[in-house]
């Protein structure tokens, strides 16, 4: 399955358009207790604790979209885009949602 933020794809022609692709993560309220705890002994610089939740996040709703791509018969993806977004939950904690779309399509 190839991917890319890109509308096309070099050296590839587009036989078909197969329509809209969609995946999602979200993660709990418990990541960002353990992110600020592990941010405290942190003075400037990365986080790679939280990184790692990010990636982990995005490579689930990359997962997600290549299953949705595959069901439709897709060997790519292209126009690819990332969205993430913090929800706040009634108890007082917040979830991080990763979404990415992009379209199915057919390549030679």
């Given at each position: 399955?190839?991917?890319?933020?890109?509308?096309?794809?070099?050296?590839h022609?587009?036989?078909?358009?197969l329509?809209?692709?969609?995946?999602e993560?979200?993660?709990?309220?418990?990541?960002?207790r353990?992110?600020?705890?592990?941010i405290?002994d942190i003075?400037?610089?990365?986080?790679?604790?939280?990184?790692?939740?990010?990636?982990?996040?995005?490579?689930?709703?990359?997962?997600?979209?290549?299953?949705?791509?595959?069901?439709?018969?897709?060997?790519?993806?292209?126009?690819?885009?990332?969205?993430?977004?913090?929800?706040?939950?009634?108890?007082?904690?917040d979830m991080?949602?990763?979404?990415?779309?992009?379209t199915a399509?057919?390549?030679?």
């Open positions: 399955m190839l991917l890319s933020t890109t509308s096309t794809l070099e050296g022609a587009i036989r078909r358009y329509g809209l692709v969609s995946g993560a979200i993660l709990g309220a418990n990541v960002f353990d992110f600020f705890a592990g405290r003075i400037g610089g990365r986080s790679g604790s939280y990184e790692k939740v990010l990636r982990k996040a995005k490579e689930s709703a990359i997962e997600d979209l290549v299953e949705a791509a595959e069901e439709l018969g897709a060997n790519a993806v292209v126009g690819i885009d990332f969205d993430y977004e913090t929800i706040q939950i009634k108890e007082g904690g991080l949602m990763v979404t990415v779309t992009g399509v057919v390549i030679d």
